[in-house]
């Protein structure tokens, strides 16, 4: 995926983040595409004036979190993911360990602290509400437990349907006009076009997609448009979503709940994913006491779920957080949907990779993990590579071996097959 940033605002010399940040403060800041640039930057700018700041958000794309900029307060996330990749380089990054579903509960019941919240929303409809706009993930519940709510009201923000935030509980606003963060689409290899083809597979008529964002996602979703009544519910959707809907391939008509209708917590993407967004009733913005809802997620049929991981080792075990000493990815939602996806009637939960890193030359299906468990292997259902599907759901520990040493790059075979001996000789 390729980021964006967006324009500075003008200089905002009336903004004095010191009328309602104290020193110590925990401030909570909306993610991705939904990130309050204007007041990220006034932060940046004024923070060495306020003491012991601490700042959480979960991703981020604008690009505005540097090693240099964050150097006046203490930033926290729960993953690596998108420009935050840099600060664990550099480290300038605290990791919390949690799962999507656990940010909003950790924020209601004070785990995570929030003093503060800072969210983008748009302009208000008649009724005097905003929506959250591009992004609908935890925002609401920091909104819930901040002691002051700062909005950033954004005119280029699209008003989506959802929970919406009334204009009586933004305690300071401000008023912007520039473009949201984009994410423009990656480009898609062929390698990306294996892997996605091996995935398409499991997707049928009627089918609910969870996915992420990406090269494999969009290739994908290119492939999906012969099929019929698509419905998805997922943590974040990007510009392929509006293919799909023109191509009359997603429907949601036969969805279980929420029929008619797509559920999302984050629109990651660009200008013509935001136009489709707007004001549109077929689309609903959600909580992730929503979207990642093992109680929600267990009344979809037909659920399937891709993610992506940095490596699986012979057992099934996936690692998506780091590679050695390089911490590049996240827990995210992969547990949450993975457990919804192997659990749905009908359903399947698909973990996608290429085969090999750095050029080829190591395998991704590995003897051992190089990093933590993010999920267990005992959540795991299907794992796909370029070289095709292994599907692990229900096989012994030797069988999973032999199916995942089948989908690993040729070049690794023999090596994996030696590491894999004392599981096929001792069954475990």
């Known amino acids: 995926m390729t980021i964006t940033r967006t324009p500075s605002a003008a200089p905002l010399t009336d ?26 930057e006034a932060l940046i700018e004024q923070c060495q004036h306020i003491p012991d700041l601490t700042a959480f958000v979960a991703t981020s794309f604008s690009g505005i979190f540097t090693a240099e900029s ?24 605290q990791i ?64 989506t349907y959802g929970e919406m935030l009334p204009t009586s509980r933004i305690d300071h606003a401000i008023k912007v006009s520039r473009p949201p963060v984009e994410v423009s689409a990656a480009a898609i290899s062929d390698i990306d076009t294996a892997i996605a083809a091996h995935a398409a597979a499991f997707i049928g008529d009627g089918s609910v997609l969870q996915m992420g964002v990406g090269a494999v996602p969009d290739a994908m979703l290119r492939l999906l448009h012969d099929r019929t009544d698509l419905g998805v ?18 429907t949601n008509a036969r969805k279980t709940i929420d029929r008619g209708v797509s559920i999302a917590g984050a629109l990651i993407g660009t200008p013509r994913l935001y136009d489709f967004a707007d004001r ?32 699986v ?15 590049v990815g996240g827990t995210g939602g992969q547990v949450d949907f993975v457990r919804a996806g192997t659990h749905s009637r009908g359903g399947h939960s698909i973990i996608a990779l290429p085969s090999t890193a ?24 299907v794992i796909v590579t370029e070289y095709g599907a292994a599907q692990l759901r229900g096989q012994s520990l030797p069988e999973r071996a032999r199916r995942l040493i089948a989908v690993a790059h040729p070049d690794f075979a023999e090596q994996l097959e030696k590491a894999a001996h004392p599981i096929m000789a001792r069954g475990f």
Do not use: W
């Open 313 to 327: 080792d012979l057992t099934g075990q996936v690692n998506a957080e780091q590679s050695g000493a390089a911490y």
């Open 15 to 40: 903004l004095d983040l010191a009328r309602f940040l104290r020193p110590g403060d925990h401030i909570v800041i909306g993610q991705a595409c939904g990130e309050p640039t204007t007041l990220i």
């Open 233 to 250: 519910h997922s943590g974040m959707v990007g510009d392929g979503l509006v293919d799909l809907v023109e191509s009359g391939a997603l």
């Open 96 to 159: 919390i360990p949690c799962h999507v579903s656990q940010v909003g509960p950790m924020i209601e019941s004070g785990h995570l602290r929030c003093d503060v919240a800072f969210v983008q929303v748009s302009q208000p409809d008649s009724f005097g509400r905003h929506s959250f706009g591009l992004i609908s993930d935890y925002v609401q519940a920091a909104v819930s437990r901040a002691r002051v709510v700062v909005a950033e009201i954004n005119d280029q923000v699209p008003f």
């Open 280 to 311: 549109n009733i077929s689309l609903r913005m959600c909580a992730t006491s929503y979207t990642h809802d093992a109680g929600v997620l267990g009344r979809l049929d037909r659920l399937v779920t891709i993610n992506s991981a940095m490596e």
């Open 358 to 381: 750095k050029r080829g030359t190591v395998s991704r299906i590995t003897a051992t993990l190089s990093g933590p468990v993010t999920t267990a292997r005992a959540d795991v259902d």
């Open 70 to 93: 964050v150097r006046g307060f203490t930033l926290s996330s729960m993953g690596a993911i998108g420009a935050l990749r840099s600060l664990t380089k550099s480290g300038n990054l």
